[in-house]
């Protein structure tokens, strides 16, 4: 079991082997995340899908305030320590890395990756992590993709979060056939709601996950869940 804690937008902290692993945090500018203190949050690691800012906006300071291990990319690993990010850790697609809580591998996306400066992010991506309990997917922003399948084919997924907003990434439809293309049942939704360009009818999703074999989970901003 792994507990998932959920920061709105595509910010998950996920508990595995007592280390915490922050994704993509996009949480003092959200107006939906007021109640998270983000000084609260203290990950060993932060992991980056991608540059854009609605996942990078407090990368830095909760990087910097931890003295955690950012991962990512080459180019925005790189641009972190330009900021004075000491430790930091770049990988680029198709690699994988072990570190003391797992294994991870960075894995193709589909999707652009600019930094909030204009500089470039590199490729966008999204990860596999695989511990000693089992294995998720954290797809970051994607449009569904055939190379998703080359992960059932590696790995056993446990559940994969997964945008489900439309529009900039997978809608629901997209996102149940990128489920299916993962091998897992379990969808945990992101990327949904935050602005008007994503919003969705949470119930539709959940029927439309339901009707097709899978449990779309939901949290709250500041829900935490075991998986
Ligand atoms: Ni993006
Ligand atoms: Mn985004």
């Known amino acids: 079991m792994i507990e998932l804690t959920y920061f709105g937008h ?9 280390k915490s692993i922050l994704f993509d945090p996009f949480i003092s500018p959200n ?9 609260s949050i203290k990950p060993d690691y932060v992991l980056i ?19 955690a291990m950012l991962v990512s990319n080459y180019e925005i690993a790189v641009w972190f320590a330009e900021k004075g990010v000491e430790r930091y850790h770049p990988m680029n697609h198709g690699g994988s890395k072990t570190f003391d809580f797992g294994r991870v591998k960075y894995v193709h ?16 991506g999204g990860f596999v992590v695989k511990h000693d309990q089992g ?26 979060i997964l945008p489900i907003g439309d529009n900039f990434t997978m809608g629901i439809a997209d996102a149940i056939k990128a489920a299916d293309f993962v091998g897992t049942k379990k969808i945990v939704g992101m990327h ?12 539709v999703a959940k029927k439309a996950a339901k009707e097709a ?8 901003i500041g829900e935490s869940i075991r998986l």
Not at 51 to 67: F, L, M, P, Q, Y
Not at 193 to 199: A, C, G, L
């Open 10 to 18: 595509s910010s998950y902290l996920v508990k595995v082997n007592q």
């Open 31 to 39: 107006p939906k995340a007021s109640n998270i203190d983000v000084a």
């Open 49 to 67: 899908s991608h540059g854009h800012e609605d996942h990078v906006a407090d990368a830095e300071s909760i990087t910097k305030s931890n003295n």
């Open 109 to 124: 996306a589909v999707h652009s990756s600019t930094l909030p400066d204009g500089s470039s992010g590199g490729v966008a």
């Open 135 to 160: 294995c998720f997917y954290y797809a970051g922003d994607t449009a569904l993709t055939y190379d998703m399948k080359l992960i059932s084919e590696e790995f056993k997924i446990d559940f994969a």
């Open 192 to 203: 949904y709601d935050t602005f008007p360009y994503i919003e969705i009818d949470s119930e």
């Open 213 to 220: 074999g899978k449990d779309l989970i939901l949290l709250n």
